[in-house]
């Protein structure tokens, strides 16, 4: 995905064999919520964390996975600032941070819903006698 950001023009998402986004890397990225993805882990997660997370301030989108979350958002050091506060007043620690700029892997999983490495394991297990008629 770096090298398709870096060298193409435009980029077609498909998802379940349909075409479900279609623009240059630039303008993929800025479609999704949040310029920021802060990815968090804490060591306990209280009950209605998930929605404290989402009144963080510039916060976008926030989808969890276990402990793990990871936050779209349009200020990722302000968000980053708050979250730590946050975090500090609930006793909550927090076991591992990183924040980074959206990705086209961000930009595949916001359209299709999956992992691109589940869409690789897919693509290996394509049998293509499935696919063509035998003459």
């Not at 802060?38 to 209280?46: A, D, I, Y």
């Not at 990183?98 to 892997?105: A, E, G, I, R």
């Not at 359209?111 to 008629?133: C, W």
Request: overall charge negative.
């Amino acid at each position: 995905m770096d090298e398709a950001d870096r060298l193409c023009d435009r980029i077609a998402i498909v998802g379940h064999g349909k075409l479900v986004a279609l623009d240059s890397p630039l303008k993929l990225k800025a479609s999704i919520p949040g310029n920021n993805i802060l990815e968090v882990s804490f060591s306990r997660v209280p009950d209605g964390w998930t929605e404290k997370l989402r009144q963080l301030s510039d916060v976008q989108d926030v989808k969890a996975d276990d402990h793990i979350f990871r936050i779209g958002s349009n200020n990722g050091p302000k968000t980053t600032s708050e979250l730590i506060e946050a975090a500090r007043g609930a006793n909550v620690d927090i076991t591992s941070l990183s924040v980074q700029s959206t990705t086209l892997d961000d930009v595949f999983v916001h359209y299709t819903g999956r992992q691109l490495r589940d869409a690789l394991q897919d693509a290996l297990k394509f049998d293509p006698r499935h696919f063509y008629q035998r003459q």
